[in-house]
């Protein structure tokens, strides 16, 4: 029963010890009282009864309404759980320097866009698309570095992914990387769709050991996986095999596109060759990842003073409409008039001029 009220409270509770003055209607009427010969010579009258009794309450009301209305009541902001359509999606992007060239492989000139500019400007409009995606945003280049963790807040991701513009070192360690971004995803609720989008130029050989931990990190959380591969034009495709020996050192990209398709999580790979397949890729991973899941809103603490200070007015109109009813307005105007002084009579010296007058 208590988890379905409310939580009310009172921004000065002391101020309810003036709340017994609300009993001060029950020792003294507000109505005027008429001196009667014997109580036996009145009637029972239950209409009247029913009257002091409401004038009674109104006055407790008021007194009442004031005293709570002073202390500051509200009810106090909550947490609602709720269900919408979106993911969690952790971000891992390459901030080697090969992401700082354009997708023609040399520096970008005027008005040319390199693959990280790119890539941050298509990631910062995904990110706030849909109101209840979570995202958390992991770079990585020699080493992992948390950006932001897993969160709703839109603005806090966008900044997150605009500020990596710093380019690291050549080496791509995408092995720590992906262990940091899967950490990402913590405990988590049952049912809700994770991603794992992987924005990469290119890739490195994986030591074997830490494929095997791996592997079982990605059984144990289970995410879609997304490898967006920005490749440079006229680069071989993850697909290609290499012309000598098939190697993870000769084919890197190849061996990282094989290991992710041996790890048992739906997997997809994306090659982009421009800012505009880079956006169309993004535009499918959005249709992909739309599943229910549970969202925390925050209701804000809502101030109740108005409403005590309208019960306090009610009782009050109450009282006045009272009072108003007692007074005889007609009575009172014709007593008014009777009091008004008499017109003054002639004096005796202008009463016989005009008796003169009048003889002549």
Same mark, same amino acid.
């Given at each position: 029963m208590a988890a379905l009220l409310p939580p009310l409270?009172?921004?000065?509770?002391?101020?309810?010890?003036?709340?017994?003055?609300?009993?001060?209607?029950?020792?003294?009427?507000?109505? @005027?009282? /008429?001196?009667?010969?014997?109580?036996?010579?009145?009637?029972e009258d239950p209409l009247s009864s029913g009257l002091r009794i409401a004038l009674t309450a109104a006055g407790m009301l008021a007194?009442?309404?004031?005293?709570?209305?002073?202390?500051?009541?509200?009810?106090?902001?909550?947490?609602?759980?709720?269900?919408?359509?979106?993911?969690?999606?952790?971000?891992?992007?390459? @901030?080697?320097?090969?992401?700082?060239?354009?997708?023609?492989?040399?520096?970008?000139?005027?008005?040319?866009? /390199?693959?990280?500019?790119?890539? @941050? @400007?298509?990631l910062r409009d995904f990110v706030g698309e849909r109101a209840h995606d979570q995202f958390a945003v992991t770079a990585f280049s020699t080493a992992p570095m948390l950006v932001v963790p897993m969160t709703d807040r839109h603005d806090a991701v966008r900044a997150a992914v605009a500020a990596i513009d710093r380019p690291g070192l050549d080496y791509t360690n995408v092995a720590r990387g992906l262990g940091m971004a899967l950490s990402q995803f913590g405990a988590g609720t049952p049912g809700v769709s994770r991603a794992l989008l992987l924005v990469s130029d290119g890739a490195a050989v994986i030591d074997p050991r830490i494929q095997a931990q791996l592997r079982a990190e990605f059984t144990k959380v289970q995410p879609n996986l997304y490898w967006l591969f920005l490749r440079t034009k006229g680069s071989p495709s993850i697909t290609d095999k290499p012309a000598g020996e098939d190697t993870p050192q000769a084919a890197p990209e190849r061996h990282l596109d094989l290991f992710f398709r041996s790890l048992g999580v739906p997997y997809r790979a994306f090659e982009a060759e421009g800012a505009d397949a880079v956006a169309n890729a993004v535009r499918q991973i959005e249709a992909l990842e739309?599943?229910?899941?549970?969202?925390?809103?925050?209701?804000?603490?809502?101030?109740?003073?108005?409403?005590?200070?309208?019960?306090?007015?009610l009782g009050l109109l109450l009282l006045v409409l009272a009072k108003l009813a007692e007074t005889d307005f007609v009575r009172t105007s014709a007593r008014a008039s009777s009091k008004r002084p008499a017109d003054p009579a002639p004096a005796n010296g202008q009463a016989a001029a005009v008796s003169k007058r009048a003889a002549a």
């Amino acid at each position: 029963m208590a988890a379905l009220l409310p939580p009310l409270g009172l921004a000065t509770p002391w101020l309810l010890w003036l709340l017994p003055l609300a009993l001060l209607p029950l020792l003294l009427s507000v109505t @005027r009282r /008429s001196a009667v010969s014997s109580v036996a010579a009145a009637p029972e009258d239950p209409l009247s009864s029913g009257l002091r009794i409401a004038l009674t309450a109104a006055g407790m009301l008021a007194i009442g309404g004031l005293v709570l209305a002073l202390a500051g009541p509200y009810r106090a902001g909550e947490r609602v759980t709720r269900t919408g359509i979106g993911a969690q999606i952790s971000m891992l992007i390459d @901030r080697s320097g090969s992401m700082n060239e354009t997708f023609a492989g040399r520096q970008p000139s005027g008005a040319e866009e /390199s693959k990280a500019a790119a890539s @941050r @400007r298509i990631l910062r409009d995904f990110v706030g698309e849909r109101a209840h995606d979570q995202f958390a945003v992991t770079a990585f280049s020699t080493a992992p570095m948390l950006v932001v963790p897993m969160t709703d807040r839109h603005d806090a991701v966008r900044a997150a992914v605009a500020a990596i513009d710093r380019p690291g070192l050549d080496y791509t360690n995408v092995a720590r990387g992906l262990g940091m971004a899967l950490s990402q995803f913590g405990a988590g609720t049952p049912g809700v769709s994770r991603a794992l989008l992987l924005v990469s130029d290119g890739a490195a050989v994986i030591d074997p050991r830490i494929q095997a931990q791996l592997r079982a990190e990605f059984t144990k959380v289970q995410p879609n996986l997304y490898w967006l591969f920005l490749r440079t034009k006229g680069s071989p495709s993850i697909t290609d095999k290499p012309a000598g020996e098939d190697t993870p050192q000769a084919a890197p990209e190849r061996h990282l596109d094989l290991f992710f398709r041996s790890l048992g999580v739906p997997y997809r790979a994306f090659e982009a060759e421009g800012a505009d397949a880079v956006a169309n890729a993004v535009r499918q991973i959005e249709a992909l990842e739309r599943d229910p899941i549970p969202y925390t809103e925050e209701r804000p603490r809502r101030d109740l003073t108005g409403w005590a200070y309208a019960l306090a007015a009610l009782g009050l109109l109450l009282l006045v409409l009272a009072k108003l009813a007692e007074t005889d307005f007609v009575r009172t105007s014709a007593r008014a008039s009777s009091k008004r002084p008499a017109d003054p009579a002639p004096a005796n010296g202008q009463a016989a001029a005009v008796s003169k007058r009048a003889a002549a």
